[in-house]
């Protein structure tokens, strides 16, 4: 079972950045595609980004596409979302989550997603 822990987040004004992290701990974090999902409150959770095993391939939401870049480091064992130009609409808690071993899933079904972290707060102020 791999342990998620993301850090990173914080109270930012409309048009800033901000780096989030999530510290893998466990085996074989280099064997699983790994997912930024978010939820904002009274809402859903959604799919934000992933990334496979290699970083080769990424996948984002629409709302996040050009702004949001998902990373990962395999020897650190992290994987990291710099979001930029964040809108007050991004507001919402950030979590990591990790696909089964040996997947490159970079999709959006949550379902699809084994291991979760317990999320980070971004706000963002207009």
């Known amino acids: 079972q791999v342990q998620l822990v993301e850090s990173g987040g914080g109270l930012v004004q409309a048009g800033d950045s901000r780096r989030l992290s999530c510290a893998a701990s466990?085996?074989?974090?280099?064997?699983?595609?790994m997912g930024w999902f978010r939820q904002a409150p009274g809402k859903e959770r959604e799919f934000v980004s992933a990334?496979?095993?290699?970083?080769?391939?990424?996948n984002y939401a629409d709302s996040v596409k050009g702004r949001f870049t998902i990373s990962r480091d395999n020897v650190k064992n992290q994987v990291y979302l710099q979001m930029n130009s964040l809108k007050p609409e991004d507001t919402a808690v950030y979590s990591c989550?990790?696909?089964?071993?040996?997947?490159?899933?970079?999709?959006?079904?949550?379902?699809?997603?084994?291991?979760w972290g317990q999320g980070t707060q971004v706000t963002v102020s207009s």
């Open positions: 989550a990790a696909a089964s071993r040996f997947s490159d899933y970079v999709g959006s079904d949550s379902q699809l997603y084994y291991s």
């Open positions: 466990g085996p074989f974090f280099s064997s699983r595609s």
């Open positions: 990334i496979s095993r290699s970083g080769g391939s990424t």
